[in-house]
């Protein structure tokens, strides 16, 4: 990639920071806290995908 | 009685959403799928990082603004078509890899099966995972910038790591828009079909890239 290239990028990405980083904090403190087994309830079946991910994985290495 | 009516009101709304919204993913993917094969058959180059960036954020951007109206429904197939002519490239790249042609249906079979389970799981527990939003939305932006710098430096190993951020934020992601339309945080098909096409656009790649990796046909 060219330096110039890599210059409008972080000038790209310097100006969605700017959009983002902002509704980020908004989210992050409005929206409703989970409590332990909420946090549970989703860890499960994000963890079985973790499982799914590495068998696939073991798979395309064999 | 008025509020069991008030009840079932909702419960047609939601009902409607969550078809309205599966109806637009099947569309736009399909149409994703048609434009990645457009850019596979005609071998075409990758897009300058610039032009793919502000194609993203832009139709993006312009999506999210017109999604109460028609033009929103034009937008969505404007960024999904362009998404999916993204990912043409891509394919053809691991398609030359020996193996490749393995690789590339593992990813899309496993981002189908991680997809549908997500769904069925979040659909059928009938779980609220709004509390989810904030910390995707913070970790979506660090992994978005993981991956920029990943790219900027050249350094495969935080690339990799980066993809499997991607593989966990784009999981919980199916999971909290899931639970969004069934709990009426999101009554706006539009945006919930861009959330879902998102997240799964990300997980499909993320998996080619682990599996390519990983899987010992990337070098």
Redesign the interface.
Known sequence: ?ETW??V??AI??GG??FL??P??SR????????SAS??L??AK??G???V??LI??Y???N | MQTQSLQQTQILATNKVIRNTYSLLALTLLFSAATAGIGILTNMAPLNPIITLVGYFGLLFATSRFSNSGLGLLFVFLLTGFMGLTLGPIINLYLSIPNGDQTVMMALGGTGAIFLGLSGYALTSRKNFSFMGGFIMAGVLVAFLAGLAAMFFSIPALALGVSAMFVLLMSAMILWQTSEMIHGGETNYILATVNLYVSIYNLFLSLLHLLGALGGSDD
């Not at chain 1, 989210?27 to 989970?34: C, D, H, I, M, V």
């Open positions: 990639m290239e890599k409008v990028i790209l990405v969605l920071l983002f980083i509704a980020t989210t992050l403190k409005n929206s409703p806290k989970g909420d946090w309830s989703a079946p994000i079985l995908v973790v799914f991910v696939l994985i798979i395309a290495r």
